[in-house]
């Protein structure tokens, strides 16, 4: 793991409990070490703060996926806006924690990252829809390759991260469906956050942005008090 973090107590306070919690640490107090340190060793997963000195977390995150790397990446941020965290999502971040944080919190969504570069198995309790041929899901003039990682509405492409992208296949595989807001957590994030996140509420917006299009029909329905469902009315 490579954990960037330019507050030296907190970088300490984190290697040190990453370290305890069976992570190998690597830490650097800025973006610049940081991407030495991502081209020398490329870490399983990175934990970058957004404000840092010189080069900061939202730049690191750009040139690395610029340069096509997929690292699962966790942003710390004190920055508490909806804009912000659409600035961190959009910059190829896959998650975030907001400071002052919980360092159980930290480990869970690094958790649910790592879960998520393995094969994903299917999802206990929620119908699927039957998959097409070599990995092809449509549903609500959705099309999805799940093995190329590419995702269509009618004939424009969308561009999506790692997480829009899985938030998204989970809606179109149960299409018409209406999921709670617990197995959307615990099929995505692999943790339920509980009702004070906005977590998913960001995501679900963001991702909405990229659907819609003028005169067509909205696609994510919000359930009020249960969840979203996808279904082209």
């Known amino acids: 793991m490579l954990l960037a973090e330019d507050d030296r107590a907190i970088r300490h306070a984190l290697e040190r409990a990453l370290t305890l919690e069976g992570y190998q640490v690597t830490a650097v107090s800025d973006g610049v070490e940081a991407l030495a340190q991502a081209h020398k060793s ?3 997963v990175l934990l970058l703060d957004v404000m840092m000195p010189g080069i900061d977390g939202l730049q690191v995150c750009r040139v690395l996926r610029a340069e096509g790397d997929s690292t699962p990446i966790l942003m710390l ?5 909806t804009a912000d965290r659409i600035a961190g999502l959009d910059a190829g971040a896959d ?10 919190e930290v480990f869970a969504r690094l958790r649910a990252l790592l879960r ?3 094969p994903v198995g ?3 309790g929620v119908p699927k829809a039957p998959s ?19 995702a269509w509405r009618g004939t424009r492409e969308l561009e999506l991260t790692r997480t829009e992208f899985e938030l998204l296949e989970l809606l179109v595989r149960n299409a018409g469906i209406v999921l709670d807001h617990s197995t959307i957590y615990d099929r995505i994030w692999g943790y339920d956050f509980g009702p004070g996140s906005k977590n998913l509420a960001v995501y679900v917006g963001y991702l909405r942005r990229k659907l819609d299009e003028p005169g ?3 696609l994510i329905h919000t ?11």
């Not at 941020?77 to 806006?81: P, R």
């Not at 998650?95 to 159980?104: H, I, L, N, S, W």
Request: charged content about 30%.
């Open 95 to 104: 998650d975030y924690v907001v400071k002052p944080f919980d360092v159980e």
């Open 42 to 44: 490329p870490p399983d």
């Open 116 to 118: 998520r570069t393995s």
């Open 77 to 81: 941020t004190a920055l508490v806006e």
């Open 223 to 233: 359930v009020r008090g249960v969840g979203y469902v996808l279904r082209e009315d």
């Open 216 to 218: 067509a029909p909205q």
């Open 132 to 150: 097409a041929p070599e990995g092809q899901i449509d549903a609500a003039g959705l099309r999805m390759d799940v093995q190329a990682r590419r």
């Open 122 to 124: 299917a999802l206990t």
